[in-house]
């Protein structure tokens, strides 16, 4: 039973990943009937699959394979619902394919054990909530900061053939991009300041990587702003701010569970 979730919500990504490649450059463009029906069942698969590993007899597992699976449950979640609105052809094969292969390995490698008792914390329990949905809304910006040097690049070239049909307008993406990089900034401001009375030393790398990705955002957001930062500049310092904040929140706990294997 512990595998039956995550090997079919794996069935379920592939076959929404492989309904839109496969009819990428078909006249009619993917079935997207097919695509969200698959997509909608893989999600709660997914979702079932990460409750039953992170919610144990013994208390909340957070080890890194299953914080990575929540992480990427709640950015599936998130490209899928926005996708119905703003099209994301360009992403969601991506993300669709990153999940499958997530999935895998968890089928595939031993999943260790990081117990937690969370209820007793409820200040720790927001705080953790701030930082995921921060985490998953600036990366959610990167992919979509992606999609519009895709977008500007295809309009320079004027390629409007395959794929370029079904990607949204250049200054709608651009617009969701930015609307989405100051919700996370925001959001991850808030997540720092209500970690503080948990952070006992801020020159430890998580809480000193996660406040240089911060400048770093607020900076983009500011220069966006006032000065007209978007393109490549932008890009730049958003795939910055993200790399810095993924090592943040992943970096030793990587080096821990997996490269020396201890807890």
Same mark, same amino acid.
């Given at each position: ?7 079919? @919500? ?115 329990? @927001? ?21 519009? @040097? ?31 990089? @100051? ?81």
């Amino acid at each position: 039973m512990p595998t039956l979730f995550p090997a079919l @919500a794996l069935l379920a990504y592939l076959v929404a990943t492989f309904a839109i490649v496969l009819r990428l450059f078909h006249p009619a463009g993917p079935n997207f009937k097919l695509v969200f029906t698959a997509a909608t069942a893989a999600v709660v698969l997914h979702m079932l699959s990460v409750a039953g590993a992170i919610f144990t007899v013994d208390g909340q597992n957070f080890s890194l394979q299953n914080v990575s699976s929540l992480v990427c449950w709640l950015i599936t979640l998130s490209i899928t619902l926005v996708s119905l609105r703003t099209p994301a052809i360009l992403l969601l094969p991506l993300v669709y394919g990153f999940a499958a292969l997530l999935l895998l390995a968890t089928l595939l490698l031993p999943n260790s054990a990081q117990i937690q008792h969370l209820e007793h914390s409820p200040g720790l329990i @927001a705080h953790i909530a701030l930082a995921f949905s921060a985490y998953v809304i600036l990366l959610m910006a990167t992919l979509y900061s992606i999609q519009v @040097a895709y977008i500007s690049y295809k309009l320079k070239h004027k390629d409007f053939s395959g794929v370029s049909r079904f990607l949204p307008p250049l200054m709608q993406a651009e617009k969701l991009q930015f609307r989405l990089l @100051a919700a996370g900034t925001l959001m991850l401001s808030i997540a720092l300041l209500s970690g503080i009375p948990f952070t006992t030393n801020w020159l430890e790398h998580k809480s000193l990587l996660s406040s240089l990705a911060l400048g770093i955002f607020v900076v983009l957001c500011w220069g966006h702003a006032r000065l007209g930062w978007r393109g490549k500049t932008a890009i730049s310092l958003t795939l910055t701010g993200t790399l810095l904040l993924t090592l943040a929140y992943f970096g030793s706990r990587f080096v821990k569970e997996v490269l020396l294997g201890r807890f």
